[in-house]
């Protein structure tokens, strides 16, 4: 995507802080609508009275949603511009969260998590290829923070909801309301992107454009490391109580402390990638994870088993971030490319749930987090994937490169 338009000289002097600060906020406000809903999933449960199963096959809807709309978000984002589609998917999004609560049946309810999903799936297309953008205007990576404020979002989002809970509030009344108030903060931090647009001989893709070959490789990456956060979130206080010998308390607690170490190490890996590359970055993270995964295998207690998701954690924290923004770089329609990473890497969140469960009933969990560990270690021999993304990049390797100004021509018509 290239810009059609020339900023306003009043505007050129703070486009970069603008479009850095506009981006981050609005992943903020993404991962601000996912945590919301997360902590009134027990009060959806008990008003319609549904067993763990079908509450479970609810749940696949959201990523069922996304695989399918994620593919049509390229499509949407070349024909209205970075900042337009950015704004409008999201505010889609924020409102489709009041929706779950208020669905009065199951099949309703599955009907309302697909959109949701849908929804979500194509705001996150759009605002990471943004971010792509943003991050090679300014020469230096940006992507790690930039999942680190949509976690750091989530966080935030979930301790109110926690708050909600806490106090028998009506989820959907405090639904709607959040869904009202993040739809009134993503007006003007949408206003703060840069109008990125396509050429206009740019060949629009496809309406549904399946994920291109070329992705294929970076999109395996992300599947491991989300594989990897998705087993280690959902079944690391399961892992604790059962298997470390773990209080209730501090099972229960798992799920926050492994959250907010993923959202801390986000936050803090731009620093490391610019120094190691995305390549050798990501070596190093998986090479962390896989002795995280090797303490949790060999737990026999939580003094183990706790450092050991600790460590999960931080080594899987940047490399989703990292191949997002590898995908933005290897072809000519950044948003594309990041809807086929996107497509294969929340599949593996999607499956990973549900194979951890099916192999600890045949065996046992820990032989089920021996997989978790296998696949972490398969980010090391993989991390090459990225290599070729840094040698294609326009501005050339841009996680290695010193820190610069970006120029202010770069960030058109904010």
Known sequence: MSPSTTAPPQDRPTAPRRARTGIALVFAVHGAAGGSFVTRIPWIQDRLDLSPAQLGAALVMPAIGSSLAMPLA????HRHGGRTAVRGLL??????????ALAPSLPALCVALLVYGATAGMADVAMNAQGVEIEERLGRSIMSGL??????????????????????????????????????????????????????EEQA???????????LAIGLVGFCAVFAEGASMDWSGVYL?????????????????????????????DAAIRRLGAVRATRLGGAVATTGGLLVVAADGPAL???????????????????FAAA?????????AIAGVATVTYTSGLIAPAVIGALAQATSLTVSFGLVTALAFALVPSAGALRRAEQNS???????????SASENDFPAL
Not at 74 to 77: A, E, Q, Y
Not at 151 to 175: E, W
């Open 74 to 77: 390229g499509r949407f984002v």
């Open 91 to 100: 505010s889609i999004w924020c409102l489709a969260l009041a929706l779950p």
């Open 147 to 200: 999942h680190g404020m949509w976690s750091a979002g989530g966080l935030l989002a979930s301790g109110f909801g926690i708050l909600a809970a806490h106090l028998d509030l009506d989820a959907r009344l405090q639904l709607a309301l959040t869904a009202l108030v993040l739809l009134a903060l993503a007006q003007p931090v949408c206003r703060r992107l840069p109008d990125l647009r396509a050429p206009e």
């Open 205 to 215: 893709p496809p309406r549904f454009a399946l994920p291109p070959r070329s992705s």
């Open 241 to 269: 109580r059962d298997v470390a010998g773990a209080s209730a308390t501090v099972a229960a607690a798992s799920y926050t402390a492994f959250s907010l170490t993923m959202a801390v190490s986000r936050l803090a890996g």
């Open 305 to 323: 088993a706790i450092p050991g998701f600790a460590l999960i954690g931080v080594g899987i924290a940047v490399i989703v971030p990292l191949a």
């Open 328 to 336: 933005g770089r290897i072809g000519t329609n950044p948003s594309q």
């Open 394 to 404: 326009p501005a050339g390797n841009v996680t290695t490169m010193s820190p610069k």
